[in-house]
């Protein structure tokens, strides 16, 4: 079967099946926002149809794509576990990261700082606190995320670097107003 033929078969199983895959994905997901189905389906797509060849073999289609799609649905929920609230952290973890961020050793953070940085994660991109929260909250390695979340390490490393510049810049404005305060 030629390779354009291969991707007409895919482009037809996709449209005509479209909503019986994403009926499938929301029965799978707890989440069952229209997006996130929608999403999770152009994914398992995208990777098929920019593939060509890499499916060949494959004698039963329905059953080869409804099958990435658990595989992506696990993956997502695999995800989903790294993350964790921030509020349930522990102290200590707390302040190691706002040293982390300023550079130095400092166990006299006002509460107030504490608050300022919980509230500035929690409006960080979703990719930017997941890759925070495991690294710097729950100890995972760069390579263990990279495993369980299927992103290159370079890249995990790239956003938790904008991650920490974006805190430090929201942050500095409340560290200043607090100095300010003191004198």
Do not use: C
């Not at 707890?30 to 499916?55: F, H």
């Not at 990261?97 to 006002?110: K, P, Q, T, V």
Request: charged share 30%; net charge negative.
């Amino acid at each position: 079967m030629s390779e354009q033929k291969q991707q007409n078969t895919l482009n037809s199983f996709f449209t005509e099946e479209y909503d019986r895959l994403k009926s499938y994905v929301r029965s799978k997901i707890e989440d069952s926002a229209e997006r996130d189905a929608e999403d999770i389906i152009q994914d398992v797509a995208l990777k098929l149809i920019t593939r060509p060849g890499s499916y060949t073999s494959i004698s039963n289609l329905a059953g080869f794509v409804y099958n990435a799609l658990r595989n992506k649905i696990v993956d997502g929920l695999r995800t989903k576990k790294v993350k964790s609230s921030v509020d349930d952290e522990s102290e200590e973890r707390l302040t190691n990261f706002m040293d982390l961020i300023y550079g130095r050793s400092d166990n006299a953070y006002s509460d107030e700082m504490k608050r300022a940085l919980l509230q500035s994660i929690k409006t960080l991109k979703p990719h930017y606190q997941e890759v925070i929260m495991a690294i710097d909250f729950e100890g995972y390695s760069y390579s263990e995320l990279a495993h369980d979340t299927n992103t290159p390490e370079g890249t995990l490393m790239s956003r938790r670097h904008r991650a920490l510049s974006l805190l430090h810049k929201q942050l500095k404005k409340t560290k200043e107003l607090e100095n300010d305060e003191l004198f």
